[in-house]
């Protein structure tokens, strides 16, 4: 165990957690979450951002020195936030140190967020933005933390169903892949967890669902069909509430033919990649996801 995760585990737990138990409104949540990630994380000197819109969706661009925009595959990312708050803004560093591993540009979406717009909103704009891209040179690799990683996984699903161009893969960090919070993770690792309160649960999914079934493939992943589909690398931390999310969706993967890569860490916290800069598991994991993604298809020229 790292210094820095002994450090930043009960920091979250005094912190964070206690600030997602209590926070009531969508909109201070959003703030605060825009605050932090441009006090606490650093993307890698020589970064470039950039915004534009896909699909009439709201993009942002991240890539490192060095790397162009044209080059493929392109690294599709759909941000964390239990569907209510994060941004393009809050991820784009830890995209930025991604596309600094792989040599890759990333684009993140800025879906449409509850509760103001509810299910299944988030899908139609990730929908719409793959479909702008899926023809990109080299192809497209998409990947979620969280609430995105379900969405991932959910918009992959979507297109197999439509018989569309599937991504070369997907990488998915302790996702939310059932909206209906049936995992007994979800109860058994309700105080572990540093991070993500189990309390806060049943709400998020009422302001996502606004009464739309929890077992919709679109919205839960865990109940979708990836007959045919591409590699998937998923991950999850053995104290996370969502760790079953994570384990469930592996094994339901697997038992459709799907190549998993999965990865249980101990005692990490719930999207412990965000953390790229403060903790070298961070930086391990990323690397990691760096060399899956390299390994999945020949590269354009010049990437």
């Known amino acids: 165990m ?27 949540l959003r703030r605060s979450s825009e605050f932090k990630s441009r006090l606490f994380f650093r993307a890698p000197f020589g970064t470039r951002y950039e ?39 809050t991820h784009r560093a830890m995209l930025a140190r991604l ?24 899908v139609e704009d990730a929908l719409a933005v793959y479909r702008a891209v899926e023809d990109w040179p080299g192809g ?13 996984l959910a918009v992959v699903a979507e297109v197999l169903r439509a018989g569309g161009k599937a991504p070369l893969g997907v990488f998915a960090m302790s996702p939310l892949t059932d909206m209906g919070f049936t995992g007994e993770s979800v109860r058994s690792n309700a105080a572990a967890d540093v991070m ?17 079934d929890a077992k919709d493939p679109r919205a839960s992943p865990l109940y979708a069909d990836f007959t045919g589909g591409p590699p998937v690398w998923i991950c999850a931390g053995d104290t996370e509430i969502l760790l079953d999310d994570t384990r469930r969706m592996a094994e339901r993967l697997k038992a459709q033919g799907v190549r998993v890569d999965l990865r249980i860490e101990h005692d990490l916290p719930h999207v412990w990649p965000y953390f790229q800069g403060l903790m070298p598991e ?18 354009t020229a010049g990437s």
């Open 196 to 212: 993500l309160p189990a309390s806060r649960a049943a709400e998020t999914a009422e302001m996502y669902l606004a009464g739309a």
């Open 2 to 28: 790292s210094v820095a995760r002994r450090i930043l585990n009960p920091y979250l737990r005094l912190t964070e957690k206690r600030h997602l138990e209590r926070v009531e409104d969508p909109a201070a």
């Open 140 to 152: 497209v690799v998409i990947g979620g933390d969280s609430a995105g990683g379900g969405l991932a």
């Open 282 to 299: 961070a930086m391990a994991t990323l690397r990691e996801i760096a060399g899956w993604v390299s390994s999945l298809s020949p590269r």
């Open 51 to 89: 915004t534009g819109a896909l699909g009439g969706v709201p993009v942002q661009w991240a890539r490192a020195k060095g790397v162009r925009r044209e080059a493929g595959p392109l690294l599709l990312h759909l941000h964390g936030g239990g569907y209510v708050f994060g941004s393009s803004t």
């Open 99 to 122: 596309s600094q591993l792989t040599g890759l540009p990333a684009c993140l979406p800025d879906y449409r967020l509850a509760p103001e717009h509810p299910f299944p909103a988030a």
